[in-house]
């Protein structure tokens, strides 16, 4: 299947192919790509998260093909200052995860540092803050929701504040890092399938002691099968809403580590036409090798949506005007994510109308992710 792309997309791509298999940069003709060229395929690099990764794929050309030598130092030492960041994340998770278990808390880290060892470099894959679930260690003597709040707590104690206006997480900040603790995986409220897919996560969890920084620290992680069904239905819920590179590139990372280990109890056919397309778009695009069924039209449909979404640009500065283009966006996005998830159109403006009614503020306030 040939995706249309223009020529940035086209030299991105490429770079993180090569990365991604650690091999040369096949099937671009490099002549043509000139100073301004790599400055923008720069800026797309940052936009999606994956800025140190496609460094990886510079690293896999010839010399004479690589950027000039001004921008090979100011991205270098861009993906220098983030591999001393990530080796801060991983030893801030390690130290919390000792910390807990010293109360007979358990504690996973999902998404970010806890993804990064399917990466090729595991230090390239970027991140914002640090995602946990904490539970009991001895459901004997305290149960899953108890060490969840008692992991609130011992922050509280030691003088850190802790927000807990979301449903989904709480946020405190610990060592300058934010922290946002899981007291679900899902957000449950979203949509019907929801609630069935986190009781399964739940039971696929089965934690497993992962290194980090070349055995330097020691973090929790969830299985493969976890991850699958994690990262494939976290990708739905950014569906026109967020869904940026780094998402599929995640994806790509966990199929070539172990093909597709997808839970015969994922069952929803929505669900997993989405995730055959996102497999089919890594096959197409990344070099990955995963037999799936082909829907040419979603694949194409959801390139477009990570490269070229619809409400990228700047919002309107007018109330009247941002009125009608939040409504124009909201059901927009309601349309293309029933690709995906089966959500009634009422379910959805409820939950739109009761969160803005207990935060007014952001009534005329846009946020484009």
């Given at each position: ?95 919390l995860s000792a910390f ?27 991140g914002g803050d640090i ?84 055995g330097k620290y020691v ?151």
């Amino acid at each position: 299947m040939k995706i249309k792309q223009n020529k940035i997309e086209i030299l991105l791509f490429a770079l993180l192919k090569a990365a991604l298999h650690q091999k040369p940069v096949e099937d671009i003709d490099m002549s043509p790509y000139t100073d301004e060229d790599w400055k923008d395929c720069y800026k797309l690099a940052v936009r999606h998260g994956v800025m140190a990764v496609t460094w990886d794929g510079i690293m896999q050309l010839p010399v004479e093909y690589q950027p000039s030598r001004p921008v090979r130092l100011s991205w270098g030492v861009a993906v220098k200052s983030y591999e001393e960041r990530y080796e801060r994340y991983c030893r801030t998770a390690s130290e919390l995860s000792a910390f807990y278990a010293e109360h007979g808390i358990a504690m996973i880290q999902i998404k970010g540092v806890g993804l990064s060892p399917y990466y090729p470099i595991p230090s390239h894959r970027e991140g914002g803050d640090i995602d946990i679930y904490t539970y009991s260690m001895d459901r004997n003597k305290l149960s899953d929701e108890e060490a969840n709040h008692l992991a609130d707590k011992l922050m509280r104690d030691g003088d850190i504040d802790v927000d807990e206006a979301n449903h989904k997480h709480s946020n405190f900040c610990y060592k300058n890092i934010s922290i946002e603790n899981h007291k679900t995986f899902l957000d449950l409220g979203t949509n019907p399938v929801a609630v069935p897919m986190n009781n399964l996560l739940l039971k696929l969890m089965s934690p497993q002691d992962t290194e980090l920084c070349e055995g330097k620290y020691v973090i929790s992680t969830p299985s493969p099968e976890f991850n699958a069904l994690f990262l494939s239905f976290h990708a739905g819920q950014h569906y026109c809403a967020g869904f940026r590179l780094h998402h599929l590139f995640d994806w790509a990372c966990l199929l070539k580590k172990y093909g597709l280990p997808l839970s015969a109890e994922v069952t929803d056919r929505k669900l997993i036409r989405f995730i055959h397309t996102l497999t089919h778009l890594c096959n197409c695009l990344l070099g990955t090798d995963v037999k799936v069924p082909i829907d040419e039209s979603m694949t194409d449909e959801v390139y477009q949506q990570i490269m070229h979404p619809r409400f990228a640009g700047n919002p309107p500065k007018n109330k009247v005007l941002i009125f009608f283009y939040k409504t124009a966006k909201f059901f927009y996005t309601h349309i293309k994510q029933s690709k995906v998830f089966s959500k009634p159109l009422w379910s959805v403006l409820w939950n739109s109308i009761v969160f803005h009614f207990k935060r007014p503020d952001t009534i005329f306030t846009v946020v484009n992710k």
